[in-house]
């Protein structure tokens, strides 16, 4: 554990990031679980940065998706991957920016004292997503198993409703408004003005920057390749999802998937169902310095922040952006690149716009707008659209892309904005030097 003296709090380092090709769910990893994408990625981080496992002190991993038969992920994770038993673990959720709650939190442990070294991330598995019973065939299953003999087994189940019998899949929606993230950003876009055209244009920008990006071998050091148990006969080398072909054309074709006759978001200007898992090597400064290693950057600051979900459900992020420039001591003149975490082309057009707005300005009780995001500076390795969103690992994901292009770019300042449900918005300002 920490032992180093400290005046104040003590500068994240991270390390290094990696991730598993994100996959369509029900494609080459739909035989695995988030435990299995989990244990992964982290042993191969282990690996690939030569670390002894003796000097991890915690693992903090979170899914949005519980498996109901790890539920604690993190601790399982530590476990399957073969390290000590003896680090501690913990499991996060803080919806799709959960492995940004991962992060930052082991940053907050690092930063006092409390821990030197931490392995942060997440994984998901949409493949995998439990099925649950009706209430009433719950209810009869649990009196079933009370029950000593065949008849009074069988008893309770004559009660049932043919209705009772049917599979009750998990909702991507909202618990508070009853609707899905689908139908929310389909509200953003119509109360905010956000075209089709500009929806579809923020897609195909996604694929032809991680089209782009995936043929200039920019991903390869942050990409493991997965042999895929348990045949151990097929092996993912890279997201499966990123179209080099997409084309303002193609994607004007779609159809309306929510709103089928007013509609403007499609299959193709929405992230698909992922599986996938990413994780970040954190330690603070003086530790990275001791054991040799350089760091890809340091966390500079972070915010959370809230909206009404049956508002602008996925709006949260532009929320929290003035609160981390203000912790950072920056202006969104000061950041160099931009990694928005891409749910729904509408949100991200709906997060641009609001950051630039008097009108929303005055709404948030702001002084004067953020300011214009340059979109030339957004995403410019390709986001969740193409390359797809798991869950429980994309901020894990962009954070180590948006270092990766600093140092290509030689610059230093970045932020990570992802939303989240429940009205929920999370954002870093990430820094090179």
Not at 138 to 167: N, T
Not at 205 to 229: C, Q
Not at 310 to 338: C, E, F, H, N, S
Request: charge should be neutral; aromatic fraction near 4%.
């Amino acid at each position: 554990m920490a032992s180093e003296k400290r005046n104040g709090p003590r500068r994240v380092a991270i390390v290094r990031g990696l991730r598993t090709p994100f996959v369509k769910a029900g494609s080459v990893f739909s035989g695995l679980t988030a435990l299995d994408l989990g244990r992964l990625v982290v042993q191969e981080l282990v690996q690939k940065t030569d670390l002894d496992p003796n000097v991890i002190d915690q693992v903090v991993f979170g899914q949005v998706i519980p498996t109901l038969t790890a539920p604690s992920i993190a601790r399982e994770v530590v476990i399957a991957a073969g390290l000590p038993k003896k680090i501690d673990a913990f499991t996060v959720s803080r919806a799709c920016a959960t492995s940004i709650q991962a992060m930052t939190t082991a940053a907050n442990a690092i930063a006092t004292g409390e821990a030197d070294v931490i392995i942060a991330g997440g994984t998901e598995s949409m493949s995998d997503a439990p099925i649950f019973t009706s209430r009433p065939l719950a209810h009869a299953l649990v009196a079933a198993s009370k029950g000593r003999s065949l008849p009074d087994k069988l008893k309770p189940f004559q009660r049932l409703k043919a209705k009772d019998l049917l599979p009750v899949p998990p909702a991507i929606a909202e618990y508070s408004s009853g609707m899905t993230m689908g139908e929310s950003a389909e509200k953003m876009a119509k109360e905010n003005g956000i075209s089709r055209e500009e929806q579809d244009r923020i897609a195909f920008n996604s694929h032809r920057n991680a089209a782009k990006a995936w043929k200039d071998g920019l991903f390869d050091n942050e990409v493991m390749h997965v042999v895929v148990p348990p045949k151990f006969d097929k092996t993912a080398e890279r997201d499966n999802i990123v179209r080099e072909d997409s084309s303002m054309e193609a994607l004007g074709q779609l159809k309306p998937a929510f709103d089928r006759k007013y509609g403007s978001i499609t299959a193709g200007n929405a992230s698909p169902l992922t599986d996938g898992a990413a994780a970040l090597l954190l330690m603070s400064e003086e530790k990275a310095r001791v054991l040799g290693y350089e760091p890809l950057g340091f966390l500079r600051s972070h915010a959370y922040a809230a909206t009404d979900p049956g508002d602008q459900l996925l709006q949260g992020p532009a929320y929290a952006v003035p609160t981390a420039l203000k912790r950072a001591g920056m202006t969104l003149a000061d950041i160099d690149l931009v990694e928005m975490h891409e749910a729904f082309a509408a949100q991200v057009a709906s997060n641009i716009q609001a950051l630039a707005s008097p009108a929303f300005a005055k709404k948030a009780g702001w002084s004067a707008p953020v300011g214009e995001i340059d979109r030339e500076r957004l995403n410019v390795t390709g986001g969740s659209i193409a390359i797809g969103h798991p869950f429980g690992a994309t901020g894990a994901r962009i954070v180590t892309q948006a270092l990766n292009e600093l140092k290509r770019r030689n610059k230093n300042t970045a932020m990570c904005t992802v939303c989240a449900a429940g009205g929920l918005g999370a954002v870093v300002i990430l820094e090179r030097a």
